[in-house]
């Protein structure tokens, strides 16, 4: 409630004469709403936690180790998209275009996108609201919260596009336990988390706005993903389901 307030009278002003603009009053609302987050985030620790390094004890830390992860998420995330979708054509299930033009501009694009898309949920989610569950519940509960409210959080839309975009949500499921199994495999830290983050949006981003594939109907949007939407399809949980396993697996190899 405290950040509607405060976001609030800053956001409706944006609304009222950027309306033309739907893409500019995104980036800019979105930006203040985080901004806002931030800030309250910095009076929640030095008023109810009398941590004045919040931040520092969420995992972001700007540490060597904490960058080498972020790559290494990174890396990761970008394999994972193109080896979903090359596997896709090899199989026949879609095929390749050319690039356009704006490509490599597209790609940078992309990247920052992604950046803040992945720095904004992680430091949220994995970071202030995980370690709020941690002090009260059990990780298995934490987990489990953490996940559900991450997923659920995509969906905020008008009823038809939850309809819509339903079949998307057990992706989401399996990328919220992922994402924190990821950072409790880093000893707390934020950087492998918002690096695979990073990588996922950006590849898709990439794929998508790109326009770079085409699917041939050869089988269904259930095996593929329900309306473009990797992480709604049988391939993509598949996927999703290995990196799912392979960081619950260092998750718990550290806490040995």
């Not at 603009?21 to 009398?50: A, S």
């Not at 004045?52 to 994972?80: A, E, V």
């Not at 501009?105 to 720095?119: C, D, H, T, Y």
Request: positive net charge; aromatic residues 12%; contains cysteine.
């Amino acid at each position: 409630m405290a950040l509607l307030l405060v976001w609030l009278p800053l956001a409706a002003p944006i609304y009222l004469f950027l309306s033309h603009d739907p893409n500019l009053v995104t980036i800019l609302t979105m930006g203040l709403l985080f901004g806002g987050f931030l800030w309250l985030l910095r009076c929640w620790g030095k008023h109810v936690h009398q941590q004045p390094q919040l931040l520092n004890y969420y995992g972001l830390k700007g540490t060597r180790q904490n960058g080498l992860d972020l790559l290494k998420g990174l890396g990761i995330g970008l394999l994972l998209v193109f080896g979903l979708f090359a596997l896709e054509g090899s199989l026949g299930w879609l095929k390749f275009e050319t690039p356009q033009p704006g490509l490599p501009r597209l790609i940078v694009e992309g990247l920052v996108s992604a950046l803040g898309i992945g720095f904004a949920e992680e430091l949220v989610f994995r970071g202030w609201l995980l370690e709020e569950l941690q002090r009260d519940y059990s990780p298995k509960t934490a987990l489990w919260s953490d996940a559900i409210i991450f997923a659920v959080s995509h969906f905020l839309k008008p009823l038809s596009e939850v309809i819509r975009t339903f079949p998307g949500l057990p992706g989401r499921l399996l990328l919220g336990w992922t994402l924190v199994w990821a950072k409790r495999s880093s000893g707390g830290l934020l950087g492998l988390p918002i690096g695979l983050h990073v990588g996922l949006v950006w590849g898709y981003y990439i794929i998508n706005v790109g326009k770079l594939v085409q699917y041939s109907d050869r089988v269904s949007p259930w095996i593929t993903g329900v309306d473009g939407d990797p992480v709604a399809g049988a391939m993509g949980l598949l996927f999703l389901g290995v990196l799912a396993v392979w960081m619950r697996k260092r998750a718990a190899s550290i806490s040995e």
